[in-house]
């Protein structure tokens, strides 16, 4: 029958969210060059492992094609992946919810003793950004980070707190958006320019046969508070995701 839809079982409210997809207020853009390069840069940095593993007669045909300057650049308020809905700030202003707040756990070397530290950093989503490659799409987060310095703590019940007002490492604000962990900030009712980092569970019943959120979750649970996340240090080896520019972290 016309203007009937079919009966079948109903699309789930989160289709899809375990892929990548754009949600809200997609645009063309033309980003400035040094936004373009930060961009960029970190596209090819996170190839440098696949790169380095290949043959030098057989180059995969997508890594080249990363070499080159995108055929488009595209800008989102909202976006679904890793099992989180991202927004921007912006967007995040026009909401009831925050989905804006992001935490990357990340790698740097300590050169002189050949090993790696873990660091945990956290951050607002300012933008929401498609790199099309034509074969490959790339998202990514540009945020502005806190400075692990002077804005990250963790207080005496163990709980981390960040000081938003701090911003650091300016000349490198995007993150790959499949890196990215959803996480929440309360005020700290003791010290109001302090917030506290309370994980987040990803929406992810009804995607790719999903129906059991704590049974997915069971290998790779987080604490429904941020305990002080510790550095840790692993002996220096191949690695997807190497930062060589920061030094925050200590040796356990």
């Known amino acids: 029958m016309d203007d009937v839809a079919n009966i079948g079982l109903p699309q789930p409210q989160h289709q899809g969210r375990l892929d990548v997809v754009g949600t809200i207020g997609c645009k063309d853009v033309t980003p400035t060059n040094d936004d373009f390069e930060q961009a960029q840069f970190t596209v090819l940095q996170n190839m440098t492992y696949k790169v380095i593993h290949m043959s030098p007669t057989n180059v995969d045909a997508d890594v080249i094609r990363l070499g080159y300057r995108p055929r488009r650049v595209l800008q989102y308020q909202g976006y679904d992946i890793n099992g989180y809905t991202f927004y921007t700030k912006q967007q995040d202003d026009k909401s009831t919810v925050q989905n804006s707040r992001v935490t990357l756990i990340a790698t740097t070397t300590d050169s002189s003793r050949m090993t790696i530290v873990k660091n945990s950093y956290y951050g607002v989503v300012d933008e929401i950004w498609e790199l099309d490659y034509t074969s490959v799409v790339i998202p990514l987060l540009k945020c502005k980070w806190v400075d692990n310095t002077r804005g990250v703590k963790v207080d005496s019940d163990g709980f981390t707190c960040v000081n938003l007002s701090t911003n ?26 302090w917030h506290i980092v309370l994980q987040c569970k990803r929406s992810i019943v009804g995607v790719d046969d999903v129906f059991d959120e704590d049974e997915y979750n069971k290998f790779d649970e987080l604490p429904p508070f941020s305990i002080g996340v510790q550095s840790t240090d692993d002996v220096l080896s191949d690695t997807l995701y190497l930062r060589f520019d920061h030094q925050e972290g200590h040796e356990d």
């Open 168 to 193: 650091g490492y300016l000349s490198d604000p995007f993150i790959l958006a499949k890196q990215a962990t959803q996480v929440f900030y309360v005020k700290d009712p003791k010290d109001k320019r």
